[in-house]
């Protein structure tokens, strides 16, 4: 998948250490192209002696002896920001690595556009990585200028909307009317990329029909869904609460046979049961959405689906 995307002429990547075994794939497969790539990895760490080992093990797995962009994972409040700047932070390790030439570049990602707005006209970050789609578009309005101003690049997480845009071409042409935002789709399939890439290669000029199509989106999607950051996670009660906030969206997107069988929607209905409703998810949600009442509402949606089925 990433050697298609570097034949496609994708040359950014973006990765962290806490995704999985990411890190190792994008290492194997940009051997012998790495010059050609710039690759932007992250750390969750704050503190200094971890965010080193964290950054040394990304070298590793990445198979290169320099990061192009080294961002610090979800900076959502001014206490995680303190702490990565205080004396024995991480930014002390980004100084010195930037100083060896492990790292050329310093970032950050949020899902606070508020704290991202704090942290651009610092003058101590290049990029800012916070969502940014046609219908999560806090930023657009404040933090995409402000990026502009202060020569910070901008980088757009989540131009699906974790899976309620399913349009690639009004997803993707919606960021394209930002000239200093680089949209930083996902995907799972080579023919998204090619769709992507085509998108790209084609008119940037949203139509009047187009803009009418976001519009419907919009007002139909509304504010109230998960943006599948999972910072609600782990639950103290051991709650799968990922599956069981997707499970309507979920529903759209598999048969009915997948659904009903898939252990990771079984397993997260399941789990329901464990919840003691003391609202520590709903504290850690960037988005300060309702989590207990949305779980109750899918549970009882996927009962009723279930009792349709048979």
């Not at 101590?124 to 200028?145: A, S």
């Not at 394209?176 to 090619?194: C, D, S, T, Y």
């Amino acid at each position: 998948m990433v050697q298609c995307c570097l034949d496609l002429g994708v040359n950014f990547i973006d990765t962290a250490i806490g995704y999985l075994d990411s890190e190792q794939r994008i290492g194997k497969a940009v051997a012998g192209r790495r010059e050609k790539v710039f690759i932007a990895t992250k750390t969750p760490v704050r503190d200094k002696e971890t965010a080193t080992k964290h950054l040394d093990a990304s070298l590793r797995r990445l198979r290169t002896d320099y990061i192009d962009l080294w961002q610090f994972h979800n900076v959502a409040n001014e206490a995680s920001y303190v702490q990565i700047m205080q004396a024995g932070g991480a930014m002390e390790a980004a100084q010195g690595a930037l100083k060896a030439g492990k790292i050329r570049h310093i970032g950050f990602s949020s899902h606070s556009v508020d704290m991202a707005l704090k942290m651009v006209p610092l003058g101590l970050f290049e990029t800012v990585m916070v969502p940014l789609n046609f219908v999560c578009n806090e930023g657009g309005d404040r933090l995409v200028p402000l990026a502009r101003e202060h020569d910070v690049g901008f980088l757009a997480m989540k131009p699906f909307a974790g899976g309620r845009i399913r349009t690639a071409w009004l997803a993707i042409k919606y960021l394209l009317q930002f000239e200093n935002v680089v949209p930083v789709p996902g995907i799972e399939k080579a023919e998204e990329m090619e769709e992507i890439v085509d998108i790209v290669n084609g008119s940037w000029e949203l139509m009047p029909e187009e803009q009418e199509a976001i519009e419907d989106i919009r007002a139909r999607v509304g504010t109230r869904f998960c943006r599948r950051c999972e910072y609600c996670m782990p639950c103290p009660q051991g709650v799968l609460i990922p599956p069981l906030m997707h499970l309507p969206v979920l529903w759209e997107l598999w048969s009915p046979e997948r659904f009903f069988s898939w252990d990771y929607i079984t397993d997260g209905v399941e789990s329901q049961k464990n919840c003691t409703q003391c609202g520590e998810c709903e504290e850690k949600c960037p988005y300060h959405l309702p989590i207990r009442e949305m779980i109750a509402e899918h549970v009882e949606f996927y009962r009723k689906l279930k009792q349709l089925s048979h």
